[in-house]
């Protein structure tokens, strides 16, 4: 029996704590529906099934080597660019190489921090609800960024996080303060219902990822900060 709990226990996928006033609700809608109509009581059975699925919180076995740079979020490469970060985070006067990974409604929506170090700030800019697709939601959508403040052969080295609002997600949940010290991969936030995250890279820094590529929060290494030849890694 101890074996049986064990192998189930490992088969499900756990909930994130941010979705259970949600599944409550969708509990709640099902049983009152399905009592007057088993039609309705059908819907909201598999609308709520779907939330416990969005808000699924699954273990990751993180790559570990000096100078990598894991995906924060579940989803696609989307954009690749050369551009100004945004300027509420004061990281830099320069161009920098911008990542984006777009989450649709599908992709898991927790958010891991993409390299270990200190959260040295954190900001929300209010903004619009715009395609999180396009270019211009990094400037025009509400979002919440923060950077993170890590070491590379022994040089200090900023990265920015930002996490943005779409079309359809209203609502950034972040599980983090500044000054926090956190391992790669560890969660730092939440967007609720499709959207994106864009990380902030020094010029120079080797992509290891493409266009359209399939990313995993914790687990895909987007880029080397190192550059150089091709290296081993380890995960944990």
């Given at each position: 029996m101890t074996d049986l709990i064990e192998t189930i226990r490992r088969t499900l996928v756990p909930i994130h704590k941010e979705g259970y006033p949600f599944i409550l609700i969708g509990i709640v809608l099902t049983v009152a529906f399905g009592y007057f109509s088993q039609f309705f009581g059908w819907i909201f059975l598999i609308l709520?099934?779907?939330?416990?699925?969005?808000?699924r919180d699954p273990e990751r076995v993180v790559p570990v080597g000096d100078g990598l740079v894991v995906s924060p979020a579940d989803g696609r490469v989307n954009l690749i660019s050369t551009v100004l970060p945004p300027p509420e985070l004061d990281l830099s006067h320069e161009p920098m190489l911008r990542v984006s990974v777009f989450m649709n409604v599908f992709?898991?929506?927790?958010?891991?921090?993409?390299?270990?170090?200190?959260?040295?700030?954190?900001?929300?800019?209010?903004?619009?609800?715009?395609n999180a697709e396009l270019d211009k939601a990094s400037d025009d959508n509400e979002r919440n960024g923060l950077v993170m403040e890590t070491t590379h052969r022994g040089q200090p080295v900023r990265i920015g996080v930002v996490q943005i609002a779409g079309l359809v997600a209203r609502r950034i949940v972040g599980f983090v303060s500044a000054g926090d010290t956190k391992q790669v991969g560890e969660r730092f936030g939440l967007i609720r219902f499709g959207s994106r995250v864009d990380v902030y890279l020094p010029v120079g820094t080797?992509?290891?990822v493409g266009l359209g590529q399939k990313a995993v929060a914790g687990e895909t290494v987007l880029a080397d900060l190192g550059g150089g030849p091709e290296r081993a890694f380890r995960r944990i």
């Amino acid at each position: 029996m101890t074996d049986l709990i064990e192998t189930i226990r490992r088969t499900l996928v756990p909930i994130h704590k941010e979705g259970y006033p949600f599944i409550l609700i969708g509990i709640v809608l099902t049983v009152a529906f399905g009592y007057f109509s088993q039609f309705f009581g059908w819907i909201f059975l598999i609308l709520t099934l779907w939330v416990c699925y969005f808000f699924r919180d699954p273990e990751r076995v993180v790559p570990v080597g000096d100078g990598l740079v894991v995906s924060p979020a579940d989803g696609r490469v989307n954009l690749i660019s050369t551009v100004l970060p945004p300027p509420e985070l004061d990281l830099s006067h320069e161009p920098m190489l911008r990542v984006s990974v777009f989450m649709n409604v599908f992709d898991c929506h927790v958010n891991r921090v993409p390299v270990s170090g200190k959260i040295g700030q954190i900001h929300y800019t209010p903004g619009l609800f715009l395609n999180a697709e396009l270019d211009k939601a990094s400037d025009d959508n509400e979002r919440n960024g923060l950077v993170m403040e890590t070491t590379h052969r022994g040089q200090p080295v900023r990265i920015g996080v930002v996490q943005i609002a779409g079309l359809v997600a209203r609502r950034i949940v972040g599980f983090v303060s500044a000054g926090d010290t956190k391992q790669v991969g560890e969660r730092f936030g939440l967007i609720r219902f499709g959207s994106r995250v864009d990380v902030y890279l020094p010029v120079g820094t080797r992509l290891l990822v493409g266009l359209g590529q399939k990313a995993v929060a914790g687990e895909t290494v987007l880029a080397d900060l190192g550059g150089g030849p091709e290296r081993a890694f380890r995960r944990i």
